[in-house]
């Protein structure tokens, strides 16, 4: 059974920085593409950024220059850089995983919370 494990979360005030962790329980190396994604209050759920195994990076509109997705295939961690934090970035943060055989798996989530 796959496990994805999110910490890292917390409250920051504007233009602060947080990273995200997520930690997979198999090798991270044979996940295809690793996720974040973010669920606000009342909208729906979102993508924020994906990292490939060829380390191709896709970014939402909204971060691109700001967040930083990076995998530390050692570690079996895949994190979320997150710098100059909006009140806007305020979600319940989702690690994802996909295999080759296209099954996706979902972490439990981790709150961030940005204070204007």
């Known amino acids: 059974q796959v496990q994805l494990v999110e910490s890292g979360g917390g409250l920051v005030q504007t233009g602060g920085s947080l990273t995200l962790s997520c930690k997979v329980t198999?090798?991270?190396?044979?996940?295809?593409?690793m996720g974040w994604y973010r669920q606000a209050p009342g909208k729906q759920r979102e993508l924020v950024a994906t990292l490939t195994t060829y380390a191709r990076t896709n970014y939402a509109d909204s971060v691109k220059g700001r967040f930083t997705i990076s995998r530390e295939n050692a570690k079996n961690t895949v994190l979320l850089r997150m710098n100059s934090l909006k009140p806007e970035d305020t979600a319940v943060y989702y690690c994802?995983?996909?295999?080759?055989?296209?099954?996706?798996?979902w972490g439990q989530g981790t709150q961030v919370t940005v204070s204007s």
């Open positions: 994802t995983g996909t295999t080759g055989v296209g099954r996706t798996y």
């Open positions: 198999i090798s991270i190396s044979s996940i295809n593409i």
